[in-house]
């Protein structure tokens, strides 16, 4: 399941709104051949395995990180084709929560003679689907707030400059934290301020849709661009229902806080340089009264910590954390072990899958 994971995380940027799934058919006489979910309209992972694999799939194992559909979308059932190609065994990382699947394409395999065993690395896929897993259940994207700082929290100069606190290997990182996801919005002070593009440079994947809070003025490079406001959780509501999976939260500090006190954060990606502004005058992380005692200190859980260059980049996640909840709720035990990929938040994956 480990295998099928990494090749679930080559379609993390290509194959939204759909989820990036991974498969990896054994056949009978050991070859392995594998399949990635492929961009919208094309064919899912089950099915590009099935084709590299021909007549090898009788008899097959197929290990696949999501429930194969058993429904007509834009393509045909994946539970038909791995029926059809006679694969013996299918293992399943997680139940597909669309309402389309739901435990029917297991069913239909079951119907049809095929053995299945669901369940097998289910955390870490789990952890790999939470965008999609979160779309699914709530309605609304996860939201993944990212900020580049110095040390001593601040994002930018008191004459308002930050280009650059963090190093190049913190914004290639963050250029792929873009790609992965699906819109990515900024405050219209930001848009004034710093006329940022926000398309996808150094990174392989394609731009998100660009959101700016506020309007946008005209001629601004980050246009097209879709403006947007009002309260936040129906502007995460409206993203939601555009099939947006990830919402990536880029700025400035009064959106940072706006979004951080409403407790619509689901995920904290800060790059953090070895530099110190030194003082008090520069612009902190969040604009807006903060927790006024010690009871109201938010606090978090630190996932994971990744050297990139001289930088450091620190994933938080709100405690308690409920992104380990899928299809059959929480699963008992701690934190995973291990940490996620540098641009893969989330993507954990074990030696004993
Ligand atoms: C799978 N394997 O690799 C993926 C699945 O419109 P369609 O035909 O592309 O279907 C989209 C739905 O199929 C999507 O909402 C989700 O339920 C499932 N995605 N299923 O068996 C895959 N990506
Ligand atoms: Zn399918």
Redesign the pocket.
């Known amino acids: 399941m480990c295998a099928a994971l990494e090749l679930a995380q080559r379609a993390r940027a290509y ?1 939204s ?5 991974g ?1 990896r058919l054994v056949a009978a006489d050991g070859r392995v051949f594998e399949g990635s ?1 492929a961009p ?2 094309g064919p ?3 099915v590009v395995a099935l084709r590299n694999a021909g007549a090898a799939a009788r008899g097959a194992t197929a290990y ?1 990180t ?4 058993a ?5 045909p059932p ?1 539970t038909d084709a791995l029926i059809a190609a006679r694969a013996r065994r299918v293992v399943v990382g997680i139940l ?1 929560p ?1 309402p ?2 739901n435990g029917r ?1 297991l069913s239909a395999l079951r119907a049809a003679g095929v053995e299945v065993e669901l369940g097998v690395g289910a955390r870490a896929v789990k952890a790999q689907l939470a965008p999609y897993l979160t779309q699914r259940r709530t309605g609304r994207p996860l939201v993944v707030l990212k900020l580049a700082a110095s040390l001593d929290g601040r994002i930018a100069a008191p004459d308002g400059t930050s280009a650059w606190i963090t190093g190049e290997a913190a914004r290639a990182d963050a250029h792929r934290l873009r790609a992965e996801s699906d819109a990515v919005l900024v405050g219209a002070g930001t848009v004034r301020a710093d006329d940022p593009l926000l398309t996808v440079r150094d990174a392989p994947g394609p731009s998100p849709l660009r959101v700016v809070l506020g309007p946008v003025p005209p001629g601004a490079a980050v246009l097209p661009a879709v403006s947007m406001s009002g309260d936040l959780g129906t502007v995460l509501d409206q993203l939601g229902q555009r099939g947006v999976l990830q919402l990536l939260v880029e700025g400035g500090a009064t959106v940072a806080g706006a979004f951080h006190r409403a407790g619509l954060v689901d995920r904290y990606v800060v790059y953090f340089a070895p530099a110190l502004f030194g003082g008090d005058d520069g612009l902190a992380m969040f604009a807006g009264p903060g927790a006024p005692t010690m009871e109201g200190l938010w606090r978090g859980r630190i996932e994971a910590v990744t050297r990139l260059g001289s930088d450091l980049r620190l994933d938080l996640v709100p405690e308690p954390d409920d992104l380990g909840t899928g299809p059959g709720g929480p699963e008992p035990g701690g934190p995973e072990p291990g940490g996620p990929e540098p641009g893969g938040p989330g993507f954990i994956c074990r030696g004993d899958m």
Do not use: F, K, M, Q
């Open positions: 194959s709104p759909n989820p990036w799934v498969c979910t919208p309209g899912h992972a089950e696949v999501l429930e194969p559909c429904h007509h979308g834009r393509t994946c597909d669309d389309r699947v394409g």
